[in-house]
């Protein structure tokens, strides 16, 4: 899959800018494969539907790692994210503030919650 050929730089440029707002540090690991992952949603949000058999095995031979390292690696950025980032753009991309009552977002509601936000804003849809 090519998936990074068909968004535009300013398209990445967003993601990066709103995972930086929702307190993923860039040097994680999961930063990069969860903007990967992003980025690939946002092309076709039929991935989504299909984390575990088609997203991260896809992410797992571009990185030249496993689907198990991918999903914990994700797993931990969102869980990092979930401790430090901005209350505000939480209830924008998913209708409740971190640290309330509800759980932290799935992997998969993340990315899905992200990519549909990025798709609005930049008319895709």
């Known amino acids: 899959m090519n998936s990074c050929m068909l968004v535009k730089p300013e398209v990445e440029q967003r993601i990066s800018g709103l995972m930086l707002e929702l307190g993923i540090p860039a040097h994680l690991k999961g930063y990069q494969y969860l903007r990967a992952a992003i980025v690939m949603c946002v092309e076709d949000m039929e991935l989504i539907g299909s984390v575990t058999k088609l997203l991260y095995p896809d992410l797992a031979k571009r990185y030249m790692t496993t689907d198990q390292k991918i999903e914990r690696a994700i797993r931990n950025a969102i869980e990092v994210s979930w ?35 990025v798709r609005l804003e930049q008319g895709f849809i």
């Open 83 to 117: 401790e430090r980032g901005n209350g505000d753009i939480f209830e924008r991309l998913f209708g409740y503030r971190n640290g309330t009552e509800h759980s932290r977002p799935t992997n998969s509601e993340y990315i899905a919650s992200v990519a549909d936000y």
